[in-house]
């Protein structure tokens, strides 16, 4: 913890706006580094790590999840190229997002600017 302490110092002394913690999955760690740094903390978290709302009472600043939606998508992608080819059926395209839906919120995206 005192190198992460001394780094982050050093980026805050260099003019760094916060500290980004890549993967962190232990809550208490992350914690200490709000508590204890100098900079507020980001995090970039998936499956198996604390969720938003222990990241937040912790005092995290931001959560990302880096490009795990889009993987996310590929992995659903697979599932029905391969039940298509396989089985010949369509069943994991059942409550897809029509265009609508996606268009609606890249719109709401942009007016919430």
Avoid: C, H
Wanted: hydrophobic share 45%.
């Amino acid at each position: 913890m005192k190198s992460v302490l001394s780094r982050a110092e050093a980026y805050a002394d260099a003019g760094a706006g916060s500290l980004f913690v890549p993967g962190p999955v232990d809550l208490g760690t992350v914690a200490e580094l709000v508590r204890r740094g100098p900079l507020p903390v980001n995090v970039m978290t998936g499956p198996g790590a604390p969720s938003v709302t222990a990241f937040e009472a912790v005092g995290v600043r931001r959560i990302r999840v880096g490009t795990a939606l889009a993987q996310t998508a590929y992995g659903a992608i697979q599932r029905a190229a391969t039940e298509l080819l396989e089985a010949g059926t369509y069943d994991a395209t059942a409550g897809a997002a029509d265009f609508g839906t996606v268009n609606s919120a890249v719109s709401a995206a942009r007016t919430s600017r």
